[in-house]
């Protein structure tokens, strides 16, 4: 399938016009963008040189002055990069936020903390009074790119509240653009939601993780409802935390009856640090579009992760992030973890000078799997796997067989059209998903179908892949 | 799209307003009310981000 951008009645407001602020940042230079980025930057560390000893120690080890830096070059070549471990050690040993909180603790007001998922523990941030808005705000700046306007419905599907970014940001940027905002995430199950949906009709925006858009659709779909025809009035789906083959976004896109935006955001981020604009996934001319860093609120390197210099345009390397707003728990040159392919404002040719990354291929460094000598991430064998849209979900695990060898298996469920196919028809469909699983990560891997219900509904982020090999076999 | 020039002075006027507002809104935390304490402190941060967010940016707006 050649899947490529398609063009939808609902086309998305143009921001640049409906908003002057906007319009001003996407005119501006290169050199004004870096003239601001600079400007923000000395303000930023002037603040944390008084107000953090972590980050004191870090400008002094990099011979910094704020006052007298002189240029992005400068900053990049001598302050110190950060990573998760320097940031839990700081709050091990100046609990609960590290030297590097840049407010007085009483001014917290509000606490986030990372996932935990990677088992190394979690970051906590501090966020002030101030930080709380600009989180809204980095939530509302993607969406109003995207099409969302004040009055509109929206359904929030990421689940609200708790310790998490995620679980506030959403709600602080739906309630300070003015939308008026269902917060279904982790309260309903998707029955229900449909249900509340429907009974609301005017639905123009839904917010899901890339993984519970899928769930949601699939829900949809088994009780005979077509989304587009459900909720004619919808504008945007916005989605977010995972990669995805664009033949699946194709189909959403034609599902739903409208264009599929993305963001790019985190923690660290403090919420979204790039989207699609209104511009979609898909390229000008087919293939994968771009997500565009918002870079007068965070400066962004891309840098390869071993030598730490920056990677060329069209290239994949590490996302390093610096907050020009944030004064809370800002991160300053802080190794992500998260792979993306850099595409510099040049060859992104959107008529801005932002530079952006690629859309639906954000990885994790720390996912990767290393299998037989090649490096494998989860966000491939999901690109391939999904790629047919016969398949409804799919897990795997590596393990260790009884004769010492790495094996990997995979289990597929079908959708319920699919799993009604004769025996040759499904064979060939196993034989076809094992050898695209094959083309995109260099690996054999068995394949054995399932039922649906043998495998997890995920709410928000998918955990698809399993490591049971023993901790020594692990990269 | 609207003049570049009235777009970058409309973007300073709002920065002025928003610089006053601050200027108020940190008098107002001064209060010994700890009730209302608290919401001025909430006040003062929203607009605080607000600065932020209309920070003069290009030549033009930096300028005006």
């Known amino acids: 399938m050649n899947a490529t951008a398609q063009q939808f009645d609902s086309e998305t407001a143009n921001p640049f016009v409906d908003s002057a602020r906007l319009a001003r940042l996407a005119t501006l230079s290169r050199a004004e963008l870096e003239e601001l980025q600079l400007r923000k930057l000395r303000r930023q560390l002037a603040r944390l040189n008084k107000t953090s000893s972590y980050y004191r120690a870090r400008l002094a080890q990099g011979g910094i002055d704020p006052d007298k830096l002189k240029s992005l070059d400068e900053f990049r070549a001598r302050f110190p990069l950060s990573n998760k471990a320097d940031f839990l050690a700081d709050q091990t040993e100046h609990p609960p936020f590290g030297a590097r909180l840049g407010v007085a603790r009483e001014d917290v007001a509000l606490v986030n903390m990372t996932g935990g998922t990677s088992g190394l523990g979690q970051e906590i941030y501090g966020r002030s009074q101030h930080d709380v808005h600009m989180q809204g705000y980095y939530h509302a700046l993607p969406w109003f790119l995207a099409g969302l306007r004040p009055g509109d419905i929206a359904i929030n599907c990421v689940p609200s509240g708790g310790l998490t970014t995620g679980g506030w940001g959403p709600g602080e940027g739906l309630r300070i653009i003015g939308a008026t905002a269902f917060h279904v995430g982790g309260t309903l199950s998707t029955d229900a939601k449909i249900d509340l949906m429907q009974r609301i009709g005017a639905v123009h925006f839904i917010y899901a993780s890339t993984n519970y858009l899928h769930t949601l659709t699939e829900a949809l779909l088994r009780r005979g409802l077509e989304p587009k025809r459900a909720f004619p009035m919808l504008r945007t789906l916005f989605i977010a935390a995972e990669g995805y083959p664009l033949e699946w976004a194709e189909r959403i896109e034609t599902l739903w009856g409208c264009r599929l935006q993305e963001g790019y955001g985190s923690t660290q981020c403090a919420g979204f640090g790039a989207s699609t604009c209104a511009d979609g996934v898909f390229g000008a001319k087919g293939g994968r579009g771009l997500m565009h860093l918002f870079e007068w609120e965070t400066l962004f390197e891309v840098v390869h992760p071993e030598t ?12 390093v992030v610096t907050n020009l707003s ?89 959708t319920d059209a699919a799993a009604a196919f004769d025996h040759a028809t499904k064979t060939n469909l196993i034989e076809r998903i094992r050898t695209t699983i094959k083309e995109r990560t260099n690996v054999w891997m068995s394949l054995n179908v399932c039922s649906r219900n043998e495998l997890p509904e995920f709410n928000y982020k998918a955990r698809r892949w399993k490591d049971e090999r023993q901790q020594g076999y692990r990269l | 799209m609207r003049n570049v020039q009235d777009a970058a002075a409309e973007t300073a006027r709002d920065h002025r307003i928003l610089s006053r507002m601050l200027a108020d809104a940190d008098a107002l935390c001064q209060c010994g009310d700890a009730l209302l304490q608290g919401q001025y402190r909430h006040l003062r941060g929203r607009i605080a981000a607000l600065l932020d967010i209309t920070i003069p940016a290009g030549d033009a707006e930096t300028a005006a």
């Open chain 1, 308 to 319: 730490l210099q920056p990677v060329a345009s069209g290239e994949t390397g590490e996302m």
């Open chain 1, 326 to 414: 944030i004064e809370g728990s800002p991160v300053i040159r802080f190794r992500t973890g998260d792979a993306a392919r850099f595409i510099s404002w040049q060859d992104a040719n959107s008529g801005r000078a932002w530079n952006a990354i690629e859309c639906g291929t954000i990885g994790r460094f720390d996912d990767m799997l290393k299998i037989r000598g090649n490096n494998v991430w989860p966000s491939a064998i999901d690109a391939a796997v999904f790629s047919f849209g016969e398949v409804a979900e799919y897990a795997g695990r590596v393990y260790t067989s009884g004769d010492g060898k790495t094996e990997i298996e995979v289990r597929v469920a079908f």
